[in-house]
């Protein structure tokens, strides 16, 4: 077993220790993992993710020493560190730890601040957190509860902060599995230790864990609550500490503040702002639609007036380089609905250039497959039914082309 030095004090970031067994990398580059007698290290575990550092050699240069990239729990309980290097150091060598302090202090104000959001919804709701999870940027709790309501949430965010400013002392107890049935742990403890570490902050919350803590509610520096969401067993809640939390916020601020700036308005007001541009988005997108659809009838009545009858039938062949798909198949509509006689090819180039073949009700032509034919002379696809079809060309300057195809194969 490693002797875990953060066990007894979290703020121990430099230690002195020797090397029991190295397991050295079976690839070149991989990493090599070292065994040490013990460790301030924290591995990954309990939901908290594991410290970063270096271990240099005792003797020497402080230079010389291994880049410690993570560090994870065995089976066996003890505690390997993978660090990067050319060679593998030897074992029996004598090194010096240390931890990288603002990652540790980081991770201290996340762990601490959940015991405390953790224990606020138990006293508060009697809401119990069933997981803890640690993120780059965000860490997140998921709590056993059917309900989550936002005014609950801002309920514990201020209780939670209260405790955080009443600066109570954080201790590491450790007690027998016996004597931990009667204090009133937040949840139950695993049964397979004989001895378990408690966290204890003081008059507020009790419960077995191996994380590193702060060493008082103070040091958490604030606990801000941010998306929550219905996750499969409960909700899940989202928070930051500390400096994440100052971090957060200040990126929060930033961003509505651009988004304000949009609206040269205040940031308070950028919802209703955005309320605003949407529904002025929605009016004019209807107006263009019904404009559209006036345009493509007088359009389409234009050019039936125009159009040449072969055989009774008016064949109507147009390519437009500055409309779109939806305006020749909304064309396309009205000029095989207008008169019972027609076939439309139509072109559009803007946007992916595209093809429309339609023709009216009973006529004797089959669309899809023309359209079909017409699309492989020219590496695109498309299909559709016997009376309407549409497809896309690689190129606008296909079109014309392909529409000069089609009308000649009809008239074949
Ligand atoms: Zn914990």
């Not at 204890?200 to 702060?214: E, M, N, P, Y």
């Not at 007001?269 to 639609?289: F, T, Y």
Request: glycine content about 8%; proline content about 4%.
């Amino acid at each position: 077993m490693t002797d875990r030095l953060y066990y007894h004090d979290s703020f121990l970031y430099d230690f002195e220790g020797e090397i029991t067994e190295v397991v050295p990398a079976a690839e070149i580059n991989a990493r090599h993992g070292v065994f040490l007698d013990r460790t301030a290290f924290y591995p990954t575990s309990g939901g908290q993710v594991h410290d970063t550092g270096w271990l240099s050699p005792a003797a020497g240069n402080r230079e010389d020493g291994f880049r410690v990239t993570e560090v994870a729990e065995e089976e066996d309980g003890r505690v390997v560190h993978y660090i990067e290097a050319d060679k593998a150091p030897q074992p029996g060598t004598r090194i010096l730890g240390s931890v990288d302090v603002a990652r540790r202090r980081d991770h201290m104000q996340q762990h601490s601040g959940q015991h405390v959001l953790s224990a606020a919804f138990i006293r508060l709701f009697n809401m119990p957190t069933v997981s803890f999870h640690m993120g780059e940027d965000a860490c997140s709790i998921d709590l056993d509860t059917p309900v989550l309501q936002p005014e609950q949430v801002e309920e514990v965010e201020l209780f939670a902060n209260q405790i955080v400013q009443e600066n109570r002392p954080v201790e590491i107890r450790f007690v027998t599995q016996q004597a931990a049935q009667d204090l009133g742990l937040r949840k139950p403890p695993r049964a397979d230790k004989d001895e378990l570490r408690l966290i204890d902050i003081q008059d507020f919350d009790l419960s077995a864990c191996g994380g590193t803590h702060v060493g008082n509610t103070g040091q958490i520096g604030s606990i801000l609550l941010r998306k929550t969401e219905r996750v499969r067993q409960g909700w899940r809640v989202e928070f930051v500490c500390g400096q994440r939390a100052v971090k957060t916020a200040r990126r929060d601020y930033i961003t509505l503040t651009e988004a304000a700036a949009q609206f040269s308005g205040h940031i308070w007001d950028v919802p209703q702002q955005v309320k605003k541009s949407l529904e002025e988005i929605r009016s004019a997108s209807k107006v263009s639609e019904h404009l559209l659809e006036e345009l493509a009838e007088l359009q389409a009545a234009r050019l039936l007036a125009e159009a040449d009858s072969l055989n009774g039938r008016k064949i109507v062949v147009r390519s437009y380089a500055d409309r779109d798909l939806g305006f020749i198949r909304l064309l396309a509509q009205k000029l095989t609905r207008m008169e019972t006689n027609v076939v439309s090819l139509m072109g559009a180039g803007q946007g992916q250039p595209s093809l429309v073949f339609a023709q009216s009700k009973g006529l004797p032509f089959d669309m899809g497959a023309l359209l079909k034919d017409t699309v492989a002379t020219c590496g695109g696809k498309g299909g559709g039914s016997k009376d309407m079809a549409q497809g896309g060309v690689p190129r606008g300057d296909l079109l014309e082309e392909a529409i000069a195809y089609a009308a000649a194969k009809l008239n074949s």
